[in-house]
């Protein structure tokens, strides 16, 4: 079992699984309601650099040559440039772009989205990535983290809480709620 940065060959793997992690904020950032249409506009941002979404800020965990999981990370300070490509793209199909929320504060890296593959779940995956999510950001040399949890994912809040995340407060994107939860490292 191996993590390593994604390469953009990952797409058909790892976008199925970001969809599952972030639900209809998909919709909101392909600025389509349309499957297929979403999962194609999202993959073109997977395979291209400099934006949120990219493969670039995305970790991928193998096991058995196939991925088990990813997550997506980058820091707050760069979400304005990150952004900048998705809500070009959201204004071109003619909406304001201002549904983009940025999530994550210019002090915080910031854990976007993790998904584990159905194949392998409960086998502690999700826990190895958000070790390694740490790991590169104490590499990085970021001491505040932050990641956001759906008020009803109350599984995942509790896997947060044994991992020393707290909550900071709430976010709403694409109207629903979130708890935004931190963790320092020292």
Do not use: C, W
Request: net charge negative.
């Amino acid at each position: 079992m191996s993590v390593r940065q994604a390469q953009p060959s990952d797409v058909h793997e790892v976008i199925p699984l970001l969809l599952s992690a972030i639900g209809d904020i998909g919709q909101m950032l392909a600025g389509t309601t349309d499957h297929a249409q979403m999962l194609d506009t999202l993959g073109q941002f997977f395979t291209q650099s400099g934006n949120r979404l990219s493969y670039e800020n995305v970790y991928v965990l193998e096991r058995e040559h196939q991925i088990a999981g990813f997550f997506l990370a980058y820091h707050g300070h760069d979400i304005a440039a990150l952004d900048a490509p998705i809500i070009a793209q959201l204004r071109e199909k003619g909406r304001s772009g201002d549904e983009v929320v940025p999530e994550a504060r210019p002090n915080e890296y910031y854990l976007d989205s993790i998904a584990v593959s159905p194949n392998y779940q409960g086998q502690g995956i999700g826990t190895l990535l958000i070790a390694e999510f740490e790991q590169i950001a104490r590499q990085l040399n970021h001491e505040r983290l932050l990641l956001i949890v759906d008020l009803d994912n109350v599984r995942a809040r509790a896997l947060y809480e044994r991992l020393g995340y707290t909550e900071d407060g709430s976010i709403e994107i694409s109207s629903h709620l979130y708890d935004r939860m931190i963790k320092l490292l020292t």
